[in-house]
């Protein structure tokens, strides 16, 4: 379906302290609608599907992509778009993160400290830096310019991949 499958990849439970926040524009390079799919990412994200996260936010940026599709006549993309964001919604199922109110109140502390250092981001990613932040994680995200002011971790998975999270723990010593 042109998705990746993010479910369970290794045997034996995995261990990792390292959790990702998928930020949607790496999300959406499985999209049914992008021509080359990204195989080694795609690999990569089913191998560590348990430490992936999504945030609410990045479910309202793909509805939007395909309330677009729609209202500019592009039915079929719009209908290819909804059934794999439905795809993507079983998969991460209980790992869509939401807006709570301490990473409400930390959106507009980053806001703020953005502004102070000149800059002014969208409201969307500072709601999920907020939201890694406050959790420890790490934000995967082509837009790494879009998020340096915020002071969260990042890694663009298009430069290089993350070593695997998901460890066996038979293997561990």
Known sequence: MGTCRNGPAVSGRPISDVVYLVDTNILSASAPTKAVTQSDLCNWMD??????????????????????????GAHAKAGRLA?????????????????????ARHIGTLMDRARGQGHDPGLADVAIAATATLRGYTVLTRNLRHFAALGVKLIDPWVGLPPDAATDISSRT
């Open 83 to 103: 059934d794999w964001l439905e795809t993507v919604l079983h998969l991460y199922a209980d790992r869509v993160l939401p807006i709570d109110l301490p990473v």
């Open 47 to 72: 191998t560590n599907s348990r430490h992936l996260f999504v945030s609410v936010i990045t479910v309202a940026e793909i509805e939007d992509g395909i309330s677009r599709s729609r209202r500019a």
